[in-house]
């Protein structure tokens, strides 16, 4: 009976996490029922063997075995697993009681009682273990650093905040009769799944409406200038929807709003999951949906003469910024802006046509398959920020949307992505907390390599800004801090950051998605030669979580050993020949840089290294390691758990390329009769390390420093 009474205890404070009075009821008489349903099958099994068998005495010990073995056999077990814990204890102090206190054997029993809730206690408390973390690399040549303003601090101008809304919300003040301005419904129905009705009533009990009414509620930080200021809508993403996530960003959004720009995070709680219901993923259009409502919203209060808002808002440069699947959300509303009807429905129709300048995914989801296909992105400039901790997304999913943006026309775009080796999913938001999940399974997270949710915000924050800035304000000074982080080092915390950048102006060599052939480039004319390596392989970039990425890399591996004769003949070598007609479109010369992403894709701690060698038509070679330039990041392994629970990681390993750009110049500098103009081979040559494996992709030149 303690042992039963101990299980529902548990199970009731799992249950009341919810918030919701029909999911705590539900919750409770769910947990309770199967607790007592299963613990009384398997002692009643249990029993009956015994019966048969009359090996052991039927008394508390039966309890014992019972709770293991529903442990084992009810599902969720993970959550029996921590609760269970205290249920063999009961067990063993009910197996004292029967035999008695004063005989020694039913003390030892209850000693050990003691002792095993003691040490599970210490174990959950316990923060876990961080001696496997990588260590940051040596930088490799000086850099210069950034002699602008710091991202880092707040701006100069003072900002006020208000929110506007329904007027009439059940739970939140903030959207009650107080707010500033007054706004309508919007109906998103038809672009959720159905829940069926219990479900759906537990959500009309908690917040006295359905997705036919949902309310345009946001919170505003905005400059007490004059402006025209830029505006920045945040999206949160998927928490109990009972916790105000849309508040969890004034960390960003008061710190952009101090540097000119209206900052608006939207309310979208009522599409988050409860304790009886989750939409699971299937609000994706939603709350994508829901998005372009406010923006609609802003349109008019931007353009009505009576607004506040009345010429403050500066709607032709517009920046989304979403967290999670909020990030999801962010990049569906950029990839659908200009389509004329949802692709899935054509008669629904869209007349969105909004300004997206800019796009920032916060360690963001990337499920959504409208119409079997991912949502792809187009002249528009795009910040993908992710977390090698991550617990919840177990993996960089920005760097799908990441690579399938594309640019086209004149005007300047650029892309970056920025991998966080030690964040993880939730302190970007302060009211989700600082773990990934909350207890009892939170207790089960290796928290300790988790770097500090301040130092992960700050981190954040002068990414966005200098993001933002240069690609909303034009100050582009600003993204060189993105094409190397090096340069802001006075700005950011200590840690490992692995980047990458693009921009409009770069032109590709070789992506290797042109074909199945291994010789050929992508560009027209180009060619590619490899030679004595262990393996060539082309494939795909994939996730930790197996999700693939769809850029296409070259996997290289090599073991000088294997060759007797060490000569430099023989040293491994990948080259790639440059068409003469790229190098005159691009008027290539000193100023320009090769540009490529590398990562290597081993676990050993000792980091690999390789030359970079460039050959013009004259055949004047120079060749530089490539720590010259920067170091190759180490393996950047992740435990998530301190135990048996791996929270549904396929590895504690991901693959994250960081780019590469190699100014011609130092290049130059070794021997100055060496001609950019006339280059014709780009070649890696591997001979710093005896062996080794790398992945390789997106060979190109990037556009001269002075372009920006």
């Not at 440069?317 to 962010?330: D, F, P």
């Not at 009892?440 to 002068?462: S, Y």
């Not at 629970?645 to 100055?672: C, H, N, R, W």
Request: glycine residues 8%; charged residues 20%; neutral net charge.
């Amino acid at each position: 009976m303690g042992t039963v009474i101990t299980l529902i205890l548990g199970q009731i404070f799992v249950a009341t996490r919810g918030k919701t009075f029909l999911g705590m009821f539900l919750g409770i008489l769910l947990y309770i029922t199967a607790t007592i349903f299963v613990v009384a099958l398997v002692r009643l099994i249990l029993s009956v063997g015994l019966w048969i068998f009359h090996k052991l005495p039927k008394s508390g010990l039966l309890c014992v075995v019972a709770v293991f073995i529903a442990v084992i056999l009810i599902p969720y077990a993970i959550w029996y697993w921590i609760i269970g814990i205290g249920g063999i204890a009961g067990g063993l102090v009910s197996l004292s009681f029967s035999r008695g206190w004063r005989r020694p054997s039913s003390l030892a029993l209850f000693a050990t009682a003691i002792l095993v809730v003691g040490m599970t206690v210490w174990w959950l408390l316990s923060p876990g273990d961080d001696s496997y973390l990588a260590r940051p690399s040596a930088d490799g040549a000086p850099v210069e650093p950034l002699s602008l303003p710091s991202p880092a601090e707040r701006g100069p101008l003072p900002f006020e905040y208000l929110t506007y809304g329904s007027g009439n919300d059940l739970r939140r003040p903030e959207f009650g009769p107080t707010v500033a301005i007054r706004t309508s419904t919007v109906d998103v129905s038809c672009f959720l799944p159905e829940l069926g009705k219990w479900r759906h009533r537990e959500r009309w009990s908690y917040w006295g409406f359905d997705p036919t009414k949902l309310p345009l509620n946001g919170r505003v930080w905005y400059p007490m200038g004059s402006g025209p200021y830029p505006l920045v809508m945040i999206v949160h993403g998927n928490h109990p929807m009972w916790e105000n996530s849309d508040s969890g960003y004034t960390w960003l959004a008061e710190h952009l709003a101090s540097h000119g720009f209206v900052v608006v995070s939207i309310d979208a709680n009522f599409l988050n999951s409860s304790v009886a219901s989750d939409y699971d993923q299937g609000e994706n259009f939603a709350r994508t949906l829901l998005l372009y409502q406010h923006l609609a919203l802003w349109k008019q209060f931007s353009s009505a003469p009576s607004s506040r808002f009345a010429g403050k808002v500066d709607f032709s440069k517009i920046a989304l910024v979403g967290h999670s699947r909020g990030g999801q959300a962010v990049t569906t509303a950029a990839g659908f802006n200009r389509l004329s009807s949802h692709p899935e429905n054509g008669n629904f129709p869209f007349h969105f046509q909004y300004d997206i300048q800019s796009v920032v995914l916060i360690a963001p989801m990337d499920p959504y398959l409208p119409s079997g296909s991912p949502v792809p992105l187009s002249n528009v400039n795009i910040l993908a920020l992710g977390g090698g901790h991550d617990a919840d997304t177990l993996g960089f999913w920005g760097l799908r949307p990441y690579y399938r943006t594309t640019f086209s026309g004149d005007q300047y775009y650029c892309k970056a992505s920025a991998y966080l080796y030690r964040a993880n999913h939730s302190a970007f938001n302060t009211i989700w907390g600082d773990r990934d999940y909350q207890p009892p399974l939170g207790w089960l997270l290796n928290h300790k390599p988790v770097m500090a949710p301040q130092d992960q915000r700050k981190t954040a924050r002068v990414l966005i800004t200098a993001f933002l800035k240069g690609t909303v304000k034009g100050e582009t000074a600003y993204l060189d801090l993105l094409r190397d982080t090096r340069r802001g080092r006075h700005w950011l915390p200590d840690e490992i950051l692995v980047t990458q950048f693009e921009d409009s102006r770069f032109r590709l060599i070789a992506d290797f998605s042109e074909d199945l052939d291994p010789i050929t480039a992508t560009v027209p004319g180009g060619a590619i030669v490899h030679e004595n390596f262990s393996r060539v392989m082309e494939t795909v970039l994939n996730l930790r979580n197996e999700a693939s990425t769809e850029q296409k890399v070259v996997f290289l591996g090599w073991k000088r050993s294997d060759w007797k004769d060490h000569t430099p003949a023989l040293l491994p070598q990948y080259s790639i020949f440059v068409p003469e007609s790229l190098l005159q479109e691009m008027k290539f010369g000193p100023g320009h840089r090769l540009s490529f992403i590398l990562c290597d894709t081993q676990r050993e701690p000792e980091v690999v290294d390789l030359s970079v060698e460039v050959e013009d038509e004259s055949g004047h070679r120079v060749r530089l390691p490539l720590r010259h330039f920067a170091p190759i990041h180490p393996p950047l392994i992740s435990k998530f758990s301190k135990g048996f629970y791996d929270f549904g990681s396929a590895s504690d390993f991901e693959l994250i390329p960081q780019t590469f750009e190699l100014p011609m110049k130092d290049f130059l500098s070794v021997d100055p009769q060496f001609d950019p103009s006339r280059l014709r081979v780009i070649r890696f040559v591997f001979d710093q390390s005896e062996s080794g494996e790398i992945l390789l992709g997106r060979i190109g030149i990037a556009a001269s420093e002075e372009s920006n």
